[in-house]
């Protein structure tokens, strides 16, 4: 037993000798050489097969035609336009129901956050109580969720023809507002 416990113990034994502890798979040069290579050539082969999996071509969307030439165009379609008018001109006022149509319906019509519904009654009894000059107030500097109309598209005279409008329309009995002097009487009327 004890020259079995030797040579357990013993450096030089072939079961503990550091050569046979550090023997590779690759015991030939032809085997190095293919090692090599498939080292290489495997992850390139990996690489190209995924590459032309995720590049297949162009994949869209299901059911989304936006790359299509419409979208892009409209994507690509200015933000602003500057639209130069003769100032010699004259001026075509809207009546209150297109200025109406165009700027207040869509909050008047559905009543959304909190503005009256046109021809509802209950509902502008008191603002018309208020007067025109107080709904003017509210429509050119803006009252709650809605904002100031004043100084946009429409001048303060179709405004007040679409308070007029709206108002009239939902029981009040207001007449239109004056309408305001031409620009060409009152340059002559400066000189």
Same mark, same amino acid.
Request: charged share 15%.
């Given at each position: 037993?004890?020259?079995?416990?030797?040579?357990?113990?013993?450096?030089?034994?072939?079961?503990?000798?550091?050569?046979?502890?550090?023997?590779?798979?690759?015991?030939?040069?032809?085997?190095?050489?293919?090692?090599?290579?498939?080292?290489?050539?495997?992850?390139?082969?990996?690489?190209?097969?995924?590459?032309?999996?995720?590049?297949?071509?162009?994949?869209?969307?299901?059911?989304?035609?936006? +790359? *299509?030439?419409?979208? /892009?165009?409209?994507?690509?379609?200015?933000? @602003?336009?500057?639209?130069?008018?003769? =100032?010699? !001109? %004259?001026?075509?006022?809207?009546?209150?129901?297109?200025?109406?149509?165009?700027?207040?319906?869509?909050?008047?019509?559905?009543?959304?956050?909190?503005?009256?519904?046109?021809?509802?009654?209950?509902?502008?009894?008191?603002?018309?109580?208020?007067?025109?000059?107080?709904?003017?107030?509210?429509?050119?500097?803006?009252?709650?969720?809605?904002?100031?109309?004043?100084?946009?598209?429409?001048?303060?005279?179709? +405004? *007040?023809?679409?308070? /007029?409008?709206?108002?009239?329309?939902?029981? @009040?009995?207001?007449?239109?507002?004056? =309408?305001? !002097? %031409?620009?060409?009487?009152?340059?002559?009327?400066?000189?």
């Amino acid at each position: 037993m004890s020259q079995m416990h030797d040579q357990r113990n013993d450096p030089q034994s072939p079961e503990t000798s550091p050569a046979a502890n550090h023997e590779g798979p690759i015991k030939t040069p032809k085997q190095l050489i293919v090692a090599v290579l498939a080292s290489f050539i495997i992850p390139i082969v990996g690489i190209v097969l995924l590459v032309s999996y995720v590049d297949f071509g162009a994949k869209p969307a299901a059911g989304s035609e936006g +790359l *299509g030439p419409e979208a /892009v165009a409209k994507r690509l379609q200015a933000v @602003g336009r500057v639209e130069v008018r003769d =100032a010699s !001109a %004259p001026v075509v006022l809207r009546t209150g129901d297109q200025v109406y149509a165009v700027q207040c319906a869509a909050c008047h019509v559905a009543g959304v956050a909190g503005a009256p519904k046109l021809g509802d009654v209950g509902a502008w009894a008191p603002r018309i109580q208020t007067g025109y000059d107080a709904l003017m107030t509210s429509v050119l500097k803006g009252k709650g969720a809605m904002g100031a109309q004043g100084g946009g598209e429409f001048s303060d005279f179709e +405004l *007040g023809r679409a308070v /007029v409008h709206m108002v009239n329309a939902s029981g @009040g009995k207001l007449a239109e507002p004056p =309408a305001p !002097a %031409p620009a060409a009487s009152a340059a002559s009327a400066a000189n």
